[in-house]
């Protein structure tokens, strides 16, 4: 799914991507900007939380002419100017911006490098109507924005997620505080949930394992919760086979499908064992049933009868 | 200042972390023994640095960098060191309701104790001080005590922000500490986590959770932020440390005297 939205195979008009303190969703945001503008998009770029030279730097682009930097980051409530916060008014006016530098084509996308000064200086309400109206101008045919979950309260990620088509969620499948000294933290792997709801209705949840590659792009495959870490409620490790371990043993740990047949026939003692007992319950049940007695040694008879006090 | 600190992180006096925010956090023990390496080290750079001190006075400072081999009253001399004393600036301001009769470096950067609730002038005194410099640090000893000191939240993120545009402009380093103990509103989430948003380098400390031992004083932890990968940090470098009065023992967890 995450590869479709990005390759605009899914249409989607608001892209959610939510991180948190552990993941950084600057990379999947880069990702989708590079490919609205493979795709020949009008790239408006609101970057309150990165320098713009060096987002534009890290998109690795040849050519930068379709991307209409807008600079949020270097003054966002006009401490440098020193003529006072300018709260709201001007932070957040990405629609009316998109519009007046709108050439006129229909191929127009934004890219919003978080939304968290925004959601600091202005009401969250305030800013989903923004977002809602943006996303909805038929100039646009994405905006995908940045959201960074820990530093906000539930409730307005909630308001952000009801408004938008997709969300990505990134998390990590091992939690990196928890400081171990095992080799799996290093094998950690980075999941995307997406929820994704079609213009018909219909929504898809898509679990997937997300690589950054060396040339920046962006790799994902279906990735599952473990059962056993699900059931223990703890994050799932995607258990991978321990490469570094098992290339310095002398002999082989793993089994190929023909000696795993092989094992599967072999009858162990304790199988055998069973079956014979089987046998003779089988046995006794259909003979009516008789009990023989072999005394011990150390037995003493008593000739007395026991039961003589008993008077039958 | 701490020579393996720096082999550890990569850093020497010819390559100092530029263009870059520091976080020093601690809980359960006390990081600042890790802002007076910044300073000896810095110092010993030729860098300029401007330290901006409310939790502990001057002469604290002074006494600690001498034993590191850098005299910070000869630096201030020297106009290599410009010193805030935030300190007596606050309590000179709390007490009289002014600080017209404080020095120059100081000024009204503690506005926020009178209703204009920001550290817009804070600010504003850092990016005066590092004009016209190149490789500058800047210090500021203890961010959480302006939460107690009236700041919100709100505003100590818009601070934490502006010294990020400061860093990149002017090319210089913010490096300031974070108790993680100090919750000021538990419904709103911690501004360490927006601390730790801008921050390039994290050094966190914490005491050891089996409690004090004279040959481990706890375990120091450098996160570097990954800038091409999903995840915000490479690995952690995780180590046991023992402090003394001029170096840091670092140490791989276990291999301390006591354990061997």
Redesign the interface.
């Known amino acids: 799914m995450l590869e479709k939205l990005l390759s605009g195979e899914e249409t989607s008009r608001l892209v959610l991507i939510c991180d948190d303190q552990f993941t950084n969703g600057s990379t999947l945001l880069r990702a989708f900007a590079r490919s609205l503008i493979k795709r020949g998009c009008q790239l408006h770029l609101f970057c309150f939380e990165q320098h713009p030279t060096n987002f534009v730097n890290h998109l690795n682009l040849h050519n930068d002419s379709n991307v209409h930097v807008h600079d949020f980051y270097s003054d966002p409530i006009g401490w440098n100017d020193g003529d006072g916060c300018l709260l709201g008014s001007r932070l957040f006016d990405i629609n009316s911006k998109v519009n007046q530098e709108q050439a006129g084509g229909s191929n127009t996308a934004v890219v919003i490098d978080s939304l968290s000064i925004t959601l600091q200086t202005c009401e969250s309400t305030s800013v989903c109507q923004q977002l809602h109206k943006l996303s909805h101008n038929q100039r646009v045919i994405q905006t995908v924005m940045l959201h960074h979950t820990h530093l906000h309260v539930d409730d307005v990620t909630k308001r952000l997620s009801h408004i938008s088509d997709s969300v990505l969620k990134l998390n990590l499948t091992s939690s990196l505080p928890k400081i171990t000294f095992s080799k799996k933290s290093v094998h950690d792997g980075t999941i995307c949930v997406t929820v994704h709801r079609k213009l018909n209705g219909k929504v898809f949840l898509s679990e997937e394992k997300v690589e950054i590659l060396s040339d920046s792009s962006v790799e994902a495959c279906p990735w599952q919760q473990d059962p056993l870490s699900a059931q223990t409620g703890g994050i799932s490790l995607n258990e991978e086979p321990d490469v570094t371990s098992e290339a310095n043993l002398t002999f082989n740990l793993n089994l190929s499908v023909r000696e795993k047949k092989e094992r599967s026939k072999l009858v162990m003692p304790y199988i055998k064992a069973s079956e014979e007992e089987k046998v003779e319950i089988h046995r006794s049940t259909g003979g009516g049933g008789k009990i023989f007695y072999e005394p011990d040694d150390v037995d003493d008879f008593d000739d007395e009868d026991p039961d003589e006090d008993l008077e039958f | 200042m701490f020579e393996e600190l720096n082999n550890i992180a990569g850093w020497s006096l010819k390559n100092l972390p530029t263009n870059k925010m520091i976080l020093i956090s601690d809980w359960n023990t006390d990081a600042s023994f890790l802002l007076h390496h910044f300073l000896a080290f810095y110092l010993k750079a030729n860098s300029k640095v401007v330290l901006a001190h409310a939790a502990q006075s001057f002469i604290h400072y002074n006494l600690a960098c001498s034993r590191l081999g850098v005299n910070l009253e000869r630096s201030r001399n020297n106009g290599d060191l410009i010193a805030l004393n935030l300190l007596d600036a606050s309590l000179q301001q709390y007490v009289e309701g002014s600080c017209e009769n404080l020095s120059l470096d100081s000024e009204y950067c503690l506005n926020f104790l009178f209703g204009d609730n920001s550290l ?1 002038h804070l ?2 005194v850092f ?1 005066r001080c590092v004009e016209n410099t190149k490789d500058a640090l800047i210090i500021l000893d203890d961010v959480t005590l302006f939460l107690g000191l009236g700041v919100s939240q ?1 505003d100590l ?2 601070f934490v ?2 010294m990020d ?1 400061l860093c ?2 002017n090319n210089c380093t913010f490096v300031t500490l974070f108790h993680q103990n100090f919750a000021p509103d538990i ?3 911690s501004p360490y ?2 601390c ?2 801008y921050a390039s380098y994290e050094i966190e400390v914490k005491g050891l959770e089996s409690g004090y031992s004279k040959d481990v004083h706890g375990v120091l ?1 450098l996160k570097s ?9 490479q ?2 470098k ?1 180590m046991h440390y023992r402090l003394t009065d001029r170096s840091l023992q670092l140490l791989a ?1 276990g291999t301390s005297s006591a354990v061997l």
């Open positions: 817009k600010f504003k990016k709100k993120n818009y922000h502006y545009v990149k402009s419904s709103e989430p986590l927006c730790q948003l932890t932020k990954e800038t091409k990968g999903i995840k915000t940090y690995p952690h995780l967890p």
